[in-house]
């Protein structure tokens, strides 16, 4: 007799973020995108709002992070991302520049890879406190595969001054 559900399910961390227009609204939408077209949704920090990054000279973020459960393969993930991004009108224009929404994947299980087009873990993650914020509220003893060090760890460590601040919403 087969088995009924054959696919393989892995835990993945996206960072969500988004400054213009509604902002909320905006990470409302994504979440509603990545259940239906990529997995469930284990864990979700709250929303922060935080400085810009990279380029100062633009509104505030929202930034959440989700856990998600997904069957998806990292390549495919990526396209899933994308096209939800597209669909909620991001246009790539110029990097750190203003965005309506961007999706980015931080963790792909303990998963390392370094293809074109796509590196997990983000290479950027620990030193960004907007992204460790929400990370460490759903997963502090995550541990990064890379750096061998747990979520809150890399935010004690993290030398990112820039404003994080979490919403009650």
Same mark, same amino acid.
């Given at each position: 007799?087969?088995?009924?559900?054959?696919?393989?399910?892995?835990?993945?961390?996206?960072?969500?973020?988004?400054?213009?227009?509604?902002?909320?609204?905006?990470?409302?939408?994504?979440?509603?995108?990545?259940?239906?077209?990529?997995?469930?949704?284990?864990?979700?920090?709250?929303?922060?709002?935080?400085?810009?990054?990279?380029?100062?000279?633009?509104?505030?973020?929202?930034?959440?992070?989700?856990?998600?459960?997904?069957?998806?393969?990292?390549?495919?993930?990526?396209?899933?991302?994308?096209?939800?991004?597209?669909?909620?009108?991001?246009?790539?224009?110029?990097?750190?520049?203003?965005?309506?929404?961007?999706?980015?994947?931080?963790?792909?299980?303990?998963?390392?890879?370094?293809?074109?087009?796509? #590196?997990?873990? *983000? $290479?950027? %993650? /620990? @030193?960004?406190?907007?992204? !460790?914020?929400?990370?460490?509220?759903?997963?502090? #003893?995550?541990? *990064? $595969?890379? %750096? /061998? @060090?747990?979520?809150?760890? !890399?935010?004690?460590?993290?030398?990112?001054?820039?404003?994080?601040?979490?919403?009650?919403?």
């Amino acid at each position: 007799m087969q088995p009924y559900n054959t696919k393989r399910y892995i835990n993945i961390f996206l960072c969500l973020g988004s400054n213009i227009g509604n902002r909320g609204a905006n990470l409302r939408d994504a979440i509603l995108l990545i259940e239906k077209n990529i997995g469930k949704i284990a864990k979700k920090s709250h929303v922060y709002e935080t400085q810009p990054w990279g380029e100062p000279n633009q509104d505030p973020f929202y930034n959440q992070v989700l856990m998600v459960n997904t069957t998806l393969d990292p390549r495919d993930l990526l396209d899933r991302i994308s096209r939800a991004e597209r669909e909620l009108g991001r246009e790539r224009q110029e990097k750190w520049g203003p965005r309506v929404i961007d999706i980015d994947i931080l963790f792909y299980g303990k998963r390392i890879i370094r293809d074109k087009g796509l #590196e997990i873990p *983000h $290479p950027e %993650l /620990h @030193k960004r406190g907007f992204v !460790l914020a929400p990370l460490m509220e759903i997963a502090p #003893e995550f541990e *990064h $595969p890379l %750096l /061998h @060090k747990q979520i809150d760890d !890399l935010y004690m460590d993290c030398l990112d001054e820039s404003l994080v601040v979490r919403l009650d919403y």
